[in-house]
């Protein structure tokens, strides 16, 4: 859910009628918005809700909520009473399916897990119209873990004179990554703001796991971190800019995952296809059972003992 850009009607549920109002207004850059605004500051004992329509979690398990909003300041009211506010609530409700109508939804804390208090940190005296100095808080509050399907959110009003600018709802995730020619999926970060979320990488390729089980892990930022295992190309294969192995070309070869990359063949040898992994002596000469790869062919000399 993201508002910031709305024209049309949002259609939000609020309770009672004479508390959050929606109407079309505009941002500090003078773009068109839709915002829900109440102002009962001279009326006592207020408690005027707002709820959002369902919101798919889309598989995270932590939302993340930004809300851009005005307040004004209850000094700068003439006559008003002591219960005027410049703070609200905000809350959620965790369900699998829309349940919330006009005439369904919940309109007390009960059935609802607050998140936090939502104080601004600038509040206005007055409008200026002509400058259009709005004085815009933007607060970021996270709640988890989440389970269901979706959720709402409800903002609880009990006395202030504020406007509701914009709300956008995201979560956090690492993106799918190439690294130590492994792939690594898409992940959702974890339920709280300091978990750790492991990932599994697969081996690109041509290449193949060395040692450990190659992983990497996810943290709450939507960051990749402390990476463990690797995989490199597997023989006949070189790296390529890190995230690809690529074939080595006809005579050259690689005989082991930690060869640095293809060599020409020794002399006397060759390799007639691509992915050598080792070349094969000319007609003629030979190699021992025990020299390694890299070793030329030689004439192999026989002589016989009367």
């Given amino acids: 859910m993201d508002t910031r850009t709305a024209t049309a009607e949002l259609g939000w549920t609020a309770n009672p009628a004479s508390g959050w109002e929606e109407v079309s207004g505009y941002d500090e850059n003078l773009n068109t918005i839709r915002t829900y605004q109440v102002c009962n500051v001279f009326e006592p004992n207020q408690n005027n809700w707002l709820l959002t329509t369902f919101i798919n979690r889309r598989g995270a398990h932590r939302i993340y909520t930004e809300m851009r909003f005005t307040v004004r300041d209850c000094s700068s009211l003439p006559n008003v009473p002591g219960s005027c506010k410049e703070t609200f609530n905000l809350y959620y409700y965790e369900t699998d399916s829309v349940i919330a109508t006009k005439k369904s939804a919940f309109w007390s804390e009960a059935p609802y897990l607050k998140v936090d208090t939502i104080a601004a940190d600038e509040s206005f005296s007055q409008v ?45 995730k690492c993106p799918s990554i190439v690294q130590n020619f492994a792939v690594f999926p898409e992940t959702m970060t974890g339920a709280e703001s300091t978990s750790l979320v492991i990932a599994r990488g697969t081996c690109i390729p041509n290449a193949e796991e ?19 295992g690797r995989c490199t190309c597997k023989p006949g294969y070189e790296a390529e800019n890190s995230v690809a192995c690529k074939a080595c070309p006809a005579g050259m070869f690689k005989a082991s995952q930690e060869a640095e990359g293809c060599s020409h063949c020794p002399s006397n040898s060759r390799s007639p296809s691509e992915a050598s992994p080792i070349c094969t002596c000319r007609t003629g000469y030979y190699r021992a059972d025990f020299d390694p790869p890299e070793v030329a062919c030689t004439i192999s000399y026989f002589s016989t003992d009367f």
Avoid at 141 to 166: E, H, I, K, V
């Fill in 210 to 228: 060395v040692d450990v089980p190659i992983k990497l892990y996810c943290n709450g930022d939507g960051e990749w971190m402390v990476p463990i």
């Fill in 128 to 172: 200026d119209f002509g400058g259009r100095l709005m004085k815009v808080n933007t607060e970021v509050r996270s709640f988890g873990p989440l389970t269901r399907n979706g959720f709402y959110l409800a903002f609880q009003d009990y006395g202030a004179c504020m406007s509701l600018l914009s709300v956008r709802v995201f979560f956090k």
